[in-house]
């Protein structure tokens, strides 16, 4: 899979390293511009089903690191996640991605803030996980990503499911056949692997946003 479906990967949970991160490893990963606090918890809920939105906990992004603004009388956990500081993807994840997604966007963040460089994140947080200071899922879960405000990479609003455990083969995808995005020209897909991976299901077409058989 090409590092841009990685950097799709920033959005639901994996590190959120973009491909230009990735390139630039040894650089400070560089601090997300704030946004106005109302307009960030609109835009974090904008993610989550109407129902699932009165009642998600919400996180804001202070220079310090993420802060929880509202409890959760679900289980649910709506945040805007920073897949670069450019980036904007929010989200909205369940009671099992509360507990296992989570964590490690809030670890990348307040690690950002005390200005390490990608490479020095994302050993951090491996080692984390590795460790088990860090969870990973032990059920299936779902992340909504229902916001049309999902900024580098674009991409469309989308459902991910996680601990499925299936991969593209499993859903007849061709995993080498990638669109202008750089993920899987099918429908439905699997982004990475691992107890991390997610079968995502745009609700619109993503790539050049056509179908792709009506592309030239």
């Known amino acids: 899979m090409s590092l841009k479906a990685i950097g799709l990967l920033g959005l639901i949970g994996h590190i959120a390293f973009s491909s230009t ?7 400070l990963a560089g601090t997300p511009r704030l946004l106005n606090r109302d ?4 835009l974090a809920l904008s993610s989550c089903p109407t129902a699932v939105a ?18 959760s009388a ?19 994840m369940d009671a099992e991605g509360t507990r296992t997604f989570l964590p490690r966007m809030l670890r ?10 990608e490479a020095e994140t994302q050993s951090i947080v491996a080692d984390a996980v590795a460790k088990g200071a860090i969870p990973t899922p032990q059920r299936p879960g779902v992340i ?7 900024i580098q990479p674009t991409f469309p609003p989308h459902v991910m499911f996680y601990g499925t455990h299936l991969a593209n083969a499993d859903l007849g995808v061709d995993g080498r056949d990638l669109g202008p995005d750089g ?14 991976a997610l079968v995502i299901v745009p609700l ?8 792709h058989d009506k592309r030239d």
Do not use: W
């Open 204 to 211: 619109g077409p993503h790539g050049s946003e056509v179908p």
């Open 21 to 27: 991160a990735r390139a630039q490893s040894g650089q």
């Open 144 to 150: 909504y990503m229902l916001s049309k405000e999902n």
């Open 39 to 42: 307009k960030e918890i609109a």
């Open 183 to 196: 993920n899987p020209t099918a429908p439905t897909f699997v982004a990475g692997d691992g107890p991390y």
């Open 54 to 71: 009165s009642k998600a906990a919400v996180y804001v992004l202070e220079k310090s690191g993420y802060l929880r603004v509202r409890e």
């Open 74 to 92: 679900s289980g649910f956990t709506a945040i805007v996640q920073h897949p670069s500081p450019t980036g904007q993807a929010p989200q909205c």
């Open 108 to 117: 990348v963040a307040e690690l950002r803030a005390q200005g390490k460089t």
